[in-house]
């Protein structure tokens, strides 16, 4: 069961991982030579999003993570099975730190494409300078997580005891890959990486819902005012928008699916807790 489990995580995060560096590679080859003059300072954000989305890719395939939720306890249980496992706890613990990371500025760069299109409806068009200025500040929060959370994990010895004890009915001496964990989700840094992590989602996505409703407004009042060349650019850039914002709610649900697994059904077995997949 191991291995057959193994074999079907390690498939499925190769296949998403690959696609998602080939699609994030076109599109920053677009974004970069191919950007018509109109958008060619909305580019900045969209290889901002592609670099982003890129990295999460290749660090996926780097990591291949599962993670097991300690309900009652505040622990938590990562098995890697990617080719960080060649190194050693420390190189996988900031291979899953970075990867976090990466999810989280991606979740801050929806935000700020969404804010942009919906600003330069009504504002003078910003300068390269000032977007890069604006998605380094966004940045911030997450480089802190980033260069963090790391300092959290164990390796083996230290939480095999406690994976043994949460999870009896999984038999950890036969399982594949490198396992490690946090024992402590209380410390500073897990605490603000966890929040961090979690708070932000909803109020992002409804901040992200209502300036489409308004983009969508806006660009139907102004029928008589713009151009028919430049409304069909809102719309097309607001429609590629939409659906990276659709992609990653996926994997932003699992974050819920984690928090209500912390009360309820806690003695389910590991497989049945949600394994983090990026695309």
């Not at 018509?36 to 890129?54: E, R």
């Not at 979740?107 to 969404?114: E, Q, V, Y």
């Not at 380094?136 to 004890?165: E, H, M």
């Amino acid at each position: 069961m191991d291995i057959a489990l193994v074999t079907i995580i390690t498939f499925w995060h190769t296949i998403f991982a690959c696609i998602g560096v080939a699609l994030n590679g076109c599109l920053m080859f677009l974004a970069v030579f191919k950007s018509p003059k109109v958008i060619q300072l909305y580019s900045t954000l969209i290889i901002n999003f592609a670099v982003t989305d890129m990295l999460a890719c290749l660090l996926d395939l780097f990591i291949e993570i599962r993670l097991l939720p300690s309900p009652n306890e505040a622990t938590m249980t990562y098995i890697l099975n990617g080719y960080c496992v060649y190194f050693n706890v420390t190189t996988c613990s900031i291979g899953v730190s970075l990867f976090i990371h990466l999810l989280t500025h991606s979740l801050w760069s929806l935000l700020i494409s969404f804010a942009y299109r919906y600003y330069a409806l009504f504002s003078p068009i910003l300068t390269r300078r000032h977007i890069i200025l604006v998605i380094f500040a966004f940045y911030i929060p997450s480089f802190v997580q980033g260069a963090t959370y790391w300092t959290n994990f164990v390796g083996r010895d230290t939480i095999l005891p406690i994976a043994k004890r949460v999870y009896p009915g999984y038999n950890f001496n036969e399982l594949g890959g490198l396992l490690m964990g946090i024992t402590d989700l209380f410390s500073v840094s897990a605490l603000y990486a966890l929040l961090h992590m979690t708070l932000p989602v909803t109020p992002v996505y409804i901040t992200i819902f209502v300036l489409r409703r308004k983009i969508m407004t806006t660009l139907w009042r102004s029928h008589s005012t713009m151009s028919k060349e430049t409304k069909s650019v809102h719309k097309q850039l607001l429609e590629a928008l939409t659906c990276q914002a659709i992609i990653p709610v996926a994997a932003w649900a699992a974050v819920y699916v984690y928090l209500g697994s912390t009360y309820v059904k806690h003695h389910l077995s590991p497989i049945s807790y949600f394994q983090c997949n990026s695309a």
